[in-house]
């Protein structure tokens, strides 16, 4: 199987140019085709001599998910997407859209998955439910990135790109249209979340890759807090992210405040209680100076009581951190439905009267089966 650019490195970029009898701006070039979002293929990149382009083309890959069922949510801010791997397995991305407010900037965000499947099986999740597969390599976890950048640059059309060949590309910006990022404000993505399919740190040297290209102004230029890493709770490896180069956010999937909950609704529990798990957070801040937040979908009568509220605002009391209250995403789940709304406000209350920092978010797409896995899920039970 051919190398995919993708997975290289600059230096490693630089050498292959170099074993094709090319100078070194021409690995410059190449990565500007494709982070600006202009090349759906090595053939697009028209300011490459042709011949090199060929001899490129057969002996590295650009490309290689294919998009294979696409959705939009009913308000059009919400974009969920299934792509084929080159082994005929299948990972989702979404793309979000949040108009800016008097509080908060416009923001354009891509959640990006990280495995074919998950270990953790959470018991309200439908990726969970799936089983683990196999973990995603650093170029499939960016062109999932990559593939929402192309889709803004054609003007919102289908993108290029992936083993298809008779897919519309759209608009191409011209070779001068290129040659520098464009201002955070102009670009086509703001936010990268890893929160979709498989947990971020059990694929811990990819998703670093991942994170590195991102950030690189060579890549997609993304600044660290900017990008987000998801996470139920993987004690050794949030301490092992805490004493990286790039300080990223760190989102903890945290749903519940007593170890007899969370065993019930995040199995890995059993093995990183609480009492492990928070400390963990608490030096990743202090090591990074980046407060964690902690999400905490609300299901109706199992992790939404005043006492849970009650012992999550003590669990974190004194702690520089922010909680998102969000109400679970409705599944064909019997057991976890979302929480009512004056259960939500009840909860949320008891929080703010605590000094507890915290934001009630809406799920997104639930029209179009945005939540991790479902769209996947779905699609595995038809060929069933």
Known sequence: MKPQLLESSYSELVETVASLGQPRYRADQILKWVWGGAASSIDDMTDLPAGFRQKLAASCRLFTLEPIEERVSRDGQTRKVLFQLEDGKSVESAHMTYEATESSRERRTVCVSTQVGCSIRCSFCATGQQGFERNLRTGE???????????????????GGGRSTGEPRGARPTPSETVSSPPAARRPLTNVVFMGMGEPLANYEAVKGAIARLNSSRGLGLGARLITVSTVGLVPQIQRLAKEDIHVELAVSLHAASDRVRNLLVPVNKRYPLAKLIPACREYLEATGRRPTFEYALFNGI????DQAGKLAELLTGFECHVNLIPGNPTPSKEFRPSVARRVAAFQRELTEAGISNTLRQSRGADIEAGCGQLRSRRLQRQD
């Open 303 to 306: 992790n939404d009581s005043l």
């Open 141 to 159: 976890i960016l062109e999932q990135v990559l593939y929402f950048v192309r889709l803004a640059q054609a003007g919102g059309r289908k993108a």
